[in-house]
């Protein structure tokens, strides 16, 4: 299944940027993805997610993935870890399980998020903390 440019009229934007493309509600992607600009995903994607830009994962979305990224918004449900090299944000009423690496994490009350989380500067400080072993474990719950 191919994605499709974002219709004109969407209203979603971001601080990087207008959506190019969505995954739009009722439809299901399964493989490698790759991309530049800022992605929506409303349906269902599963395995493995690449770009340095934006990835958004609405409310309703279900995505069960392998994800490095510039940044995310997770509003959805996603399985798998999470690698940003910029930041993480994850509102309300999302649902998180998996491991996050980033430097800047968000975390709304009401979110549930299943997992470790590694904030570091870059890729050495990572390697360090994973090392020595030291991890922070954070879990919200309703």
Do not use: W
Not at 16 to 36: A, D, I, N, P, Y
Not at 125 to 139: D, F, M, P, Q, V
């Amino acid at each position: 299944m191919a994605l499709t440019p974002a219709q004109s009229n969407s209203s979603a934007t971001v601080s990087s940027g207008e959506v190019t493309t969505l995954l739009g509600r009722g439809s299901e992607f399964e493989g490698k993805l790759s991309f530049e600009g800022t992605v929506r995903v409303d349906g269902k994607l599963s395995g493995e997610i690449f770009t340095d830009d934006v990835l958004i994962i609405g409310e309703g979305a279900e995505v069960s993935a392998e994800i490095s990224v510039g940044a995310i918004i997770i509003e959805g449900t996603v399985h798998g870890n999470i690698h940003a090299k910029r930041s993480v944000e994850i509102h309300t009423p999302a649902r998180v399980r998996g491991n996050i690496s980033t430097p800047s994490l968000s975390i709304d009350k009401g979110v549930i998020f299943d997992g470790q989380c590694q904030m570091e500067a870059n890729g050495a400080a990572a390697a360090k903390a994973r090392a020595s072993g030291s991890t922070i474990s954070e879990a919200a719950a309703d």
